[in-house]
């Protein structure tokens, strides 16, 4: 199983960036996928999940400007990025769930199955 995850770059406050998450091995429409992010010197933190029957759900530092997505042909997950802000500023990473719903989306993702190497987001001026 192989999670790639792709996207990131440098965006000026209030930009928009739409990161990729493109699974092989594993068909992402039977399991939870969650986005995550790391920031320097603080912990992962969940910012998003997508259940099999494609219901998003976020955290709420992101709530109202991050949208969750997936193509099922194409079996990737995508996160909608709007109005970025320098505090978004992080490595992001997908992540499967062994589960097809999604729970305790804002904790660390301890416990998920399989990530990906992440993608930078830098938000800055």
């Known amino acids: 199983v192989q999670l790639q995850a792709s996207g990131g770059g440098l965006v000026q406050p209030g930009g928009s960036l739409r990161l990729s998450c493109a699974a092989s091995g594993l068909t992402l429409r039977y399991y939870a996928t969650g986005w995550f992010r790391q920031a320097p010197g603080k912990e992962r933190e969940g910012v998003s999940c997508?259940?099999?029957?494609?219901?998003?759900y976020y955290s709420e530092s992101v709530q109202g400007r991050f949208t969750i997505s997936r193509d099922n042909d194409k079996n990737t997950v995508y996160l909608q990025m709007n109005d970025l802000k320098p505090e978004d500023t992080a490595v992001y990473f997908c992540?499967?769930?062994?589960?097809?719903?999604?729970?305790?989306?804002?904790?660390?993702?301890?416990?998920?199955?399989?990530w990906g190497k992440g993608t930078l987001v830098t938000v800055s001026s």
């Open positions: 997508i259940s099999s029957d494609g219901n998003g």
């Open positions: 992540a499967t769930d062994i589960l097809p719903f999604c729970s305790d989306v804002s904790g660390n993702g301890d416990g998920r199955n399989h």
